[in-house]
């Protein structure tokens, strides 16, 4: 079993910034691909973006590339998701996941552990 347990989400003016971090226990952490998924309001939950578990390798939903950037420290069991240029439609739940497989990639599927979300809210 793997508990993740998100941080960082709040209130930011469009334009802004937010780092959002996942911190995983359990289990050995560089075991698990991480990834990222959000959920707004009255949408289902997608996927925002994802790290290999050695982080050499990620990937991203297209329409974040350039502005988010997912990272991981495997010495403190933590995933990162900087949010740079926060626009309104950036305000979701954001989820921090877990993938046994070491794909970058992931669906709601694919996910093995979830954390239970953190709130970001970007005001215009």
């Known amino acids: 079993q793997v508990q993740l347990v998100e941080s960082g989400g709040g209130l930011v003016q469009a334009g802004g910034s937010l780092r959002l971090s996942c911190a995983a226990s359990?289990?050995?952490?560089?075991?698990?691909?991480m990834g990222w998924f959000r959920q707004a309001p009255g949408k289902e939950r997608e996927f925002v973006a994802g790290i290999s578990r050695g982080g050499g390798s990620t990937s991203y939903v297209d329409s974040l590339k350039g502005r988010f950037t997912i990272s991981r420290d495997n010495a403190k069991n933590t995933v990162y998701l900087q949010m740079n240029s926060l626009k309104p439609e950036d305000t979701a739940v954001y989820y921090c996941a877990a993938r046994t497989e070491n794909m970058v990639t992931m669906s709601k599927g694919t996910v093995d552990y979830w954390g239970q979300g953190t709130q970001v809210t970007v005001s215009s």
């Open positions: 359990g289990r050995i952490f560089s075991n698990y691909a």
